[in-house]
């Protein structure tokens, strides 16, 4: 996952610590929200990935989007309102979600990428 933080931090502006977090709110996002049998799958070609993801799942905070992150949308919008109380622009948080997707897709192939990412609602949107 350290080429993956070093191509969030370059894409993004940030430097390796914020990309770090930004990564692992999004990797807590998709295994939190997505489908178990599918994410394990992915996650599986992301070494490291499970382990960042549970590190968000650590510190996430019990905010109103956090209370609301069950519903329609939810985990997406509770993964956006994570990384802007991290530090990261609308911009950043755009980058940050491409070069995720770039990588999974990179290490997991299109399919399994689309499988996971797809079996979380209102993210299918993103693919």
């Keep these: 996952m350290q080429d993956l933080i ?3 931090a370059q894409v993004t502006g940030v430097d390796r610590a914020k990309a770090e977090t930004g990564l692992s709110i999004i990797l807590s996002l998709i295994r939190s929200h997505g489908e178990p049998q599918k994410v394990a ?5 992301l070494p490291g990935a499970d382990a960042l993801a549970t590190r968000q799942a650590g510190t996430r905070s019990g905010g109103l989007l956090g ?15 994570q990384l802007q109380a991290a530090g990261f622009s609308m911009a950043q948080i755009r980058s ?13 192939g299109d399919r399994l990428v689309r499988e996971a990412a797809g079996s979380i609602p209102g993210l299918s949107g993103y693919l």
Excluded: C, D, H, N
């Design 41 to 45: 799958a992915l996650f599986g070609k």
């Design 6 to 8: 070093v191509r969030i």
């Design 96 to 108: 940050l979600g491409s070069e995720v997707l770039a990588y999974a897709r990179e290490k997991a």
């Design 67 to 81: 209370k609301l992150g069950g519903g329609l949308m939810g985990g997406p919008l509770v993964a956006v309102s």
